[in-house]
């Protein structure tokens, strides 16, 4: 073993030690550093469907598996999955137990954020042509793991610093994935491909416009791009048509309504925008498995059974 692999590994066993130390048993917790949130798990789980938020998250201890459409990724210690959009993924603990619980850290950036670093630091892509679905994995860099070292440090340190520095270490992190030894592939993944093909713009359309009855004209027109086209490239990208992409935002968000317990099921069927039961009904069972009550009912009783809260895992990485 290198010395530069020793040190990556002495790394990332600091990082398990300082996540280790935030009192919760599993679920998601949110630190005192705004981008960042911590994962855990302690045993496999059954796949689940969710919404990855923009962002990257860091597996330090046990695997996971992601499944986009047919192809399945594995990843484990050391590595991360990232997108610049929301993108809908299924996904599951593969590794993970009492003892030794799958520990992740989530540290969410806007694709702006990304492209304000890359031109002040003067870092290009290599131009790769090639559309590239909207959520990837990689392997982090020393340099990358040792700052988000920093940042759990300065939660852990003291409040007002964490707030003060927090932005130019999140500045720091994203240099430092634009330049370590998948940097190419970061950058190119949120950064040229989706704004050169316009679907940025269009999947942010879709995003604001969800609950809204939106046509594939009205989405190509927000992407400055023709239907045909529209349609071939936002499917490379997320795997999903345009409809597609908007029926799943809708079902996950109404399924994070309904487990906050505040709505009833008509009531948050026509919030997300469907204007028939049935419909919506049909839809929720053929995407979760189960009706809404029963999918609802399901997820509260297994729950207290792990004794915890309800919660909806929107990031499911």
Do not use: C, N, W
């Given at each position: 073993m290198t010395?530069?692999?020793?040190?990556?590994l002495d790394t990332l066993q600091r990082l398990l030690h300082l996540s280790s130390a935030y009192p919760f048993a599993r679920g998601i917790h949110e630190t005192g550093i705004s981008?960042?949130?911590?994962?855990k798990a302690d045993q496999p789980s059954t796949i689940q469907s969710g919404i990855f938020q923009p962002g990257i998250c860091v597996v330090l201890q046990g695997d996971k598996t992601l499944i986009i459409r047919n192809n399945t990724y594995h990843y484990g210690v050391g590595d991360y999955i990232a997108s610049n959009i929301d993108m809908?993924?299924?996904?599951?603990?593969?590794?993970?137990?009492?003892?030794?619980?799958?520990?992740?850290?989530?540290?969410?950036f806007s694709t702006d954020e990304i492209a304000t670093v890359a031109l002040d630091a003067k870092i290009k892509g290599t131009g790769e042509n090639r559309l590239a679905e909207g959520a990837f994995i990689g392997r982090m860099g020393i340099e990358a793991l040792r700052v988000i070292e920093r940042l759990l440090q300065l939660d852990a340190e003291s409040s007002q610093a964490a707030a003060f520095l927090q932005?130019?270490?999140?500045?720091?992190?994203?240099?430092?994935l634009l330049t370590d030894e998948d940097g190419s592939k970061f950058y190119n993944n949120m950064?040229?491909?989706?704004?050169?093909a316009g679907i940025s713009k269009a999947i942010h359309y879709v995003k604001l416009n969800f609950a809204q009855s939106i046509s594939v004209d009205d989405i190509a027109q927000a992407g400055g791009i023709s239907p045909s086209t529209l349609h071939h490239k936002f499917k490379a990208i997320t795997s999903l048509s345009p409809i597609q992409y908007q029926k799943q935002l809708r079902l996950q968000e109404a399924r994070r309504i309904?487990?906050?317990?505040?709505?009833?099921?008509?009531?948050?069927?026509?919030?997300?925008?469907y204007e028939s039961m049935t419909?919506?009904?049909r839809e929720y069972k053929r995407f979760f498995g189960q009706s809404p009550l029963k999918d609802i009912r399901a997820i509260r009783v297994q729950a207290k059974t792990d004794g915890m809260e309800v919660a909806y895992g929107e990031d499911i990485m």
């Open positions: 010395h530069r692999m020793e040190e990556r981008f960042v949130s911590l994962l809908p993924i299924k996904g599951q603990v593969s590794q993970a137990t009492y003892k030794m619980p799958y520990i992740a850290i989530r540290i969410s932005s130019s270490v999140k500045q720091e992190l994203i240099f430092r950064l040229l491909h989706h704004d050169a309904l487990l906050a317990g505040d709505k009833h099921i008509t009531t948050t069927a026509f919030e997300v925008g419909q919506f009904s």
